[in-house]
């Protein structure tokens, strides 16, 4: 092999980095984040005017979830198509055979894609880490209220949905209790402790269950089977409550991954729309044709 072969051998794979022009790679991205921004902003205010609280009033949640899947989708199509056209019209796209021009059109709209996609990350990840310190203080603050009445940190989730079960098991009863009964405040934190553990294992005890009807008794001066009632009643509602919550929680559960799915699905349309929208872009930059908006040239 002669000396001009072997450094044009060399010098073939640094040239071939050269043909990456990362100005219309960064113009495009920053583009395309822009417009995606701006877009799921508008998207996001029609979303919360259509919306309500109230039941029966506005659309339904899975209707919203359908229509925000829907627009997130678009505008990812959208708004990388813009962005790969903008870095296939500002590309110079000189030399090579036309084959090889494409390809690297192509390329450069795979790359806007692909930054966009990280600076989107780096967006979500701060307000990630916004919601997590939110959070966080949030829990603190539940924390200190768990401890000022006696209930553990870890225990508060768990008995927060117990609070008005037990208002109701010491609730009064029909006849009232004597001026001078001094039995200081019901252990709350103990009762709730031991409805969860029955929640937990399906059944109340016939020891905790007599504790319970001989607790209830002293508090409300009712009968042994009136107390026997309400605590029956107030292991039902516990239960209750706890399969609504677990519900609650099972749909959380399927949204949040159908919210994955949808998420993957719009980058990957997003990918495909950079790589035409770059086509398109450099075969008008070829053409030497003008970007045309409603019949007029714009741009802008």
């Known amino acids: 092999m002669s000396l001009a072969s072997a450094e044009a051998a060399t010098a073939a794979p640094i040239n071939a980095l050269r043909h990456i022009e990362w100005a219309p790679v960064i113009a495009g991205a920053v583009a395309a984040a822009s417009i995606s921004f701006v877009l799921l902003a508008f998207g996001a205010a029609i979303g919360l005017s259509s919306t309500s609280a109230w039941p029966e009033r506005g659309l339904s949640i899975s209707l919203a979830f359908i229509l925000l899947a829907l627009w997130v989708t678009v505008v990812q199509a959208g708004s990388f198509a813009a962005g790969g056209y903008l870095a296939g019209r500002l590309r110079s796209g000189t030399g090579?055979?036309?084959v090889e021009r494409h390809f690297r059109d192509g390329a450069h709209g795979f790359l806007v894609w692909a930054l966009g996609v990280l600076l989107g990350a780096a967006l979500a990840?701060?307000?990630i880490v916004g919601i997590t310190k939110s959070l966080v203080e949030g829990g603190a603050t539940v924390a200190a209220g768990a401890a000022a009445r006696g209930v553990q940190p870890?225990?508060?989730?768990q008995t927060a949905a117990l609070d008005m079960s037990v208002d109701y098991l010491f609730r009064?009863?029909?006849?009232?209790?004597?001026?001078n009964a001094l039995l200081g405040p019901p252990p709350r934190a103990e009762v709730m402790r031991v409805i969860a553990a029955?929640?937990?294992?399906g059944s109340l005890s016939p020891r905790d269950r007599d504790y319970l009807v001989e607790l209830v008794g002293q508090r409300t001066r009712m009968t042994p089977a009136e107390a026997q009632r309400r605590v029956e009643e107030t292991f039902v509602e516990a239960r209750a409550a706890d399969a609504k919550l677990r519900a609650a929680a099972d749909r959380a559960?399927?949204?949040a991954a159908l919210a994955g799915f949808l998420a993957a699905a719009g980058l990957a349309v997003g990918c495909v729309a950079a790589c035409?929208?770059?086509a398109i872009g450099a075969r008008h930059r070829?053409?030497?044709k003008a970007l045309r908006v409603f019949g007029r040239e714009r741009f802008w």
């Open 96 to 98: 090579g055979a036309v």
């Open 276 to 278: 035409a929208g770059a």
């Open 198 to 201: 029955a929640v937990r294992d």
């Open 286 to 288: 070829e053409e030497g």
């Open 253 to 255: 559960r399927k949204l």
């Open 172 to 179: 009064a009863g029909s006849e009232p209790l004597p001026a």
């Open 125 to 127: 990840g701060g307000a």
């Open 154 to 157: 870890g225990e508060a989730t």
